[in-house]
């Protein structure tokens, strides 16, 4: 059995924050020295749990944003909420800095649009009506046409960790586009890959998030932030955006691509 270090500020077994984190989350071995770890932090200190939640808790409403965003939108209903999503776009990110949230992983992805139409209410995220509405309507056929210059990411091959590409989704976002691969894995869970581009920036190590109640983990390559998330543990999760990351950095990000149908390989351009 691993030795347990004879104060919390010995540990190397990583932030004790993630370690207690990921206790509450279910994610930890109860047995494990870094459980033990995660319980005797909590003990110490009566506000870091409640810390946790409130975290926990911005992640989730930025995230609701993003992920409302990167699903289909019901045929029909586009053009209206490429203008939605415009109004929205500024004021929201600023809503989100003057309230100072708790949630960097996921506003490197939300920083300059938001969702054209957030889900219902729950308690981790705020209504709708909250997010204050600004600024003119955005010109949907210019969105619409501007999709056809876009790159989409070079889908990384990740047979090795049993995942198929399902999907390659490209929408509109008032500066730019979002691309979403998607892949299928074994139990048919859905692992999706983000890409979004931003200002170039130096290169980052990997980070720690949640989306939608699944693990996100995410970095920063050159001009773009890319995000890998899904319903696995983090570990998994983590093994495969190492993988990801490897395959960008040996060749471009971003480059023309067009997966053949006949492989089961959707592709949808979608303005909204």
């Known amino acids: 059995m691993k030795h347990l270090p004879d104060t919390l500020q010995d540990t190397d077994a990583g932030p004790l924050d993630a370690l207690a984190r990921d206790w509450l989350d279910g994610a930890l071995d109860p047995d494990s020295p870094e459980a033990a770890l995660a319980r005797q932090a909590l003990e110490s200190d009566s506000g870091l749990a409640a810390r946790i939640e409130s975290d926990r808790a911005a992640e989730q409403r930025l995230a609701a944003a993003l992920d409302a965003y990167a699903r289909p939108q019901e045929s029909g209903r586009a053009p ?3 203008a939605r999503a415009a109004r929205r776009a500024e004021a929201a990110d600023r809503w989100v800095r003057r309230t100072g949230a708790a949630a960097a992983a996921i506003l490197v ?11 219902a209410s729950d308690p981790g995220q705020p209504p709708s009506e909250l997010v204050m509405l600004g600024g003119q309507a955005a010109d949907a ?3 619409q046409a501007g999709l056809a210059n876009e790159p989409v990411m070079a ?3 990740l047979t090795g960790h049993g995942l198929q590409l399902t999907a390659s989704i490209t929408r509109a976002a008032p500066d730019g586009a979002l691309n979403a691969l998607e892949y299928a894995g074994p139990q048919g869970e859905t692992v999706r890959i983000l890409v979004r581009r931003t200002g ?10 949640s989306m939608d109640g699944d693990p996100l983990v995410w970095w920063r390559e050159g001009d773009h932030v890319i995000g890998v998330t899904g319903p696995l543990r ?6 495969i ?9 040996g060749a471009p990000v971003v480059a023309d691509f067009s997966p053949a149908p006949e492989l089961g390989v ?3 351009s979608d303005p909204g």
Do not use: N
């Not at 992805?109 to 889900?119: E, V």
């Not at 955006?241 to 950095?249: G, S």
């Open 80 to 82: 209206a909420l490429i």
């Open 109 to 119: 992805f939300a920083g300059g649009w938001m969702a054209g139409s957030l889900p």
């Open 141 to 143: 056929t210019a969105f």
């Open 155 to 157: 889908p990384p091959e």
């Open 200 to 209: 170039p920036a130096p290169s980052e190590t990997l980070h720690q998030a």
């Open 234 to 239: 983090r570990d998994a999760l983590t093994a």
């Open 241 to 249: 955006a190492e993988d990801v990351r490897l395959q960008a950095r």
């Open 266 to 268: 959707q592709v949808v």
